[in-house]
């Protein structure tokens, strides 16, 4: 992984995000130039992590997760998860504009497909329940089986799902989607912005 990050920094002027929850490989992409690490327990598995990114400097990405999907009240419960990782990248020194968030769209929410699919489908009903942690969001739900799920279609077929995905994240001001198809996406989001501009 090093020698690809290194070679992208080398001749590409582009930010570099680094995919792990493992402190070791963390670090080894931060060396070799990585700018972001995208952590999909938000700081809550490796104890190393966050004191690692604050070391480099970098940004980060954390995302909600957890081990067992049990929940008092779903949205209430998440956001509470999602406050602990802020607090621990906090305490670490990490500044506020290095830290951005992701609701996990399809991870610790259950394993039981029908509850699974209403729980991940309640996230998107209410995506502006993020904004009031007070940081940029990124919502990543590209090909993911809830929209597979609930239209009753292979990965390779969601493409239109995802793009009503991504106009509800533009709408709820989110700074940030992760997606596949990036063209057809960037043309949703600019059509989005500009029929939100006239309001």
């Not at 621990?88 to 504009?97: F, N, P």
Request: net charge negative; charged share 30%.
């Amino acid at each position: 992984t090093a020698p690809v990050i290194e070679a992208v920094k080398k001749n590409f002027d582009v930010p570099v995000s680094i995919d792990t929850y493992k402190s070791d490989v963390a670090e080894a992409a931060l060396q070799a130039g990585a700018d972001l690490v995208n952590d999909i327990w938000g700081f809550q598995y490796d104890e190393k992590m966050a004191g690692l990114v604050k070391k480099y400097d970098a940004a980060c990405c954390l995302m909600h997760n957890k081990n067992e999907a049990v929940y008092k009240d779903f949205l209430k419960d998440m956001y509470a998860e999602l406050q602990k990782c802020v607090d621990t990248a906090k305490a670490a020194g990490i500044e506020d504009d290095r830290i951005m968030l992701d609701p996990g769209v399809g991870f610790g929410k259950t394993y039981e497909m029908n509850l699974d699919v209403k729980m991940n489908l309640e996230i998107i009903d209410k995506l502006e329940i993020m904004q009031k942690l007070n940081y940029p969001i990124l919502l990543g739900t590209s090909r993911k089986s809830m929209i597979g799920l609930t239209l009753d279609l292979p990965v390779t077929e969601r493409e239109e799902g995802t793009l009503v995905t991504t106009v509800m994240a533009v709408q709820s001001h989110y700074g940030f989607v992760r997606v596949h198809d990036a063209e057809k996406n960037r043309r949703a989001i600019k059509m989005t912005e500009v029929i939100l501009a006239r309001e």
